[in-house]
């Protein structure tokens, strides 16, 4: 067994025990920062994440190299620990992102708590420091996860309705209640001549209620007026800003979706850092004039792609109940709607008829 030594940043001899606790806990820390690290730059190309979690490694480094870093790492004693045989059922186990990010952002709260507490026996100074670190750790976890829930969300999502105000057949407000109440997963509000504040105005209602349903809320076109509206995303088409563009301009929280109707269309969004790519028009559509029908042939193409990328994937153009079995037969499982559901007399019905479809599909896949 090691002696009790003096550490450089402590006022008191330290324990062998005590050095193996805190060498464990700046491991644990430090790995736990690389993994979220890179799934902020790499998964959600966030800058400001990435920088902050960068200066997080910067400063428990530093507070490291306030102690004996020969003498922590010599106290270390790994065949002879009884932890490394004690595994969680679990522990090998990740079922998403989302999954990974969870858990070495609490691998990272924790270990930095044990650091806390056990330097608070002999150096105070050192426990205030990581005390700091610990509060700014929870505020990165927070962002992170935003990130990884809205993309889960959006990956699990079924049935996406634009919502016009021009192809109502009931007011837009009395749509948009009924088409969250009956289960709708995400809303896009598609409005391109209502005047900058009132679009606002409205995308904020729009914002509101979808939180409250627990649906995500995309704006067509405007990246400055989705961010004042809070909303959880944008989309865009091809002659609109770029998605790398945009990603600079929303950060890497924000959801960025791409019409695309070639899959050429749909590797370039995704390499410039889309959230999800539209695949359309399925069918030919009044809504928006278009030259190409790319049609379900082109469904079944970038389905697979997106598939093995795990990339969501939207079918948008023309779709109504009565061809999404085409969609579904061709690996499509996420469906935009427009005037199928917001022109009808009963717009709840329909998106509960469209999900029906979709359930069914889901179910004998």
């Known amino acids: 067994m090691l002696p009790a030594c003096r550490l450089s940043g402590y006022n008191a001899p330290m324990l062998p025990a005590t050095a193996r606790i805190l060498d464990a806990n700046f491991n644990r820390a430090r790995e736990a920062l690389r993994v979220l690290e890179d799934y902020a730059r790499f998964q959600f190309d966030h800058a400001a994440a990435s920088s902050a979690i960068k200066q997080l490694r910067h400063e428990l480094a530093v507070v490291y190299q306030s102690l004996d870093a020969a003498m922590l790492i010599a106290s270390r004693n790994t065949p002879a620990d009884v ?25 990272l709260t924790e270990s930095l708590r044990v650091l806390e507490e056990t330097t608070k026996l002999d150096s105070p100074a050192l426990a ?31 049935l996406y309705v634009l919502l016009t105000e021009s192809l109502c057949r009931q ?10 109440a009956a289960g709708t997963d995400v809303v896009q509000l598609r409005e391109k001549h209502l005047p900058d504040a009132d679009l606002l105005n409205r995308a904020r209602q729009t914002r509101e209620l979808c939180r409250q349903a627990g649906a995500i809320f995309i704006l067509n076109d405007r990246p400055d007026i989705a961010l004042l509206a809070g909303a959880d995303g944008v989309h865009v088409g091809q002659s609109d800003l770029p998605p790398g563009e945009l990603r600079r301009l929303l950060g890497g929280d924000m959801l960025i979706g791409v019409s695309t109707s070639r899959l050429a269309e749909a590797q370039q969004a995704i390499e410039q850092g889309a959230s999800y790519i539209a695949a359309g028009p399925m069918f030919p559509t009044s809504t928006k004039a278009k030259d190409l029908i790319a049609g379900p042939r082109y469904a079944a193409e970038v389905s697979r792609w997106a598939a093995e990328r795990r990339i969501p994937c939207v079918a948008i153009g023309g779709i109504k109940p009565e ?21 009808s007399d009963d717009p709840a019905a329909q998106c509960q008829r469209i999900k029906a479809y979709l359930a069914a599909a889901a179910a004998t896949a």
């Not at 969680?88 to 858990?103: G, P």
């Not at 749509?175 to 969250?180: D, G, N, P, S």
Request: one cysteine or more.
């Open 323 to 343: 061809n999404i079995g085409e969609l579904t037969a061709a690996g499509i499982g996420t469906v935009a709607v427009c005037s199928a559901v917001i022109a």
């Open 83 to 107: 932890g490394t045989t004690i595994k969680a059922s679990d522990e090998f186990t990740r079922t998403s992102s989302a999954a990974i990010i969870s858990a070495n952002a609490k691998r």
């Open 171 to 180: 007011p837009w407000l009395q749509v948009l209640k009924a088409i969250l």
């Open 128 to 158: 205030r420091q990581l005390e700091t670190l610990r509060y700014r750790a929870y505020t990165i976890e927070k962002s992170l996860q935003t990130m990884s829930h809205k993309a889960t969300r959006l990956a699990e999502a079924q």
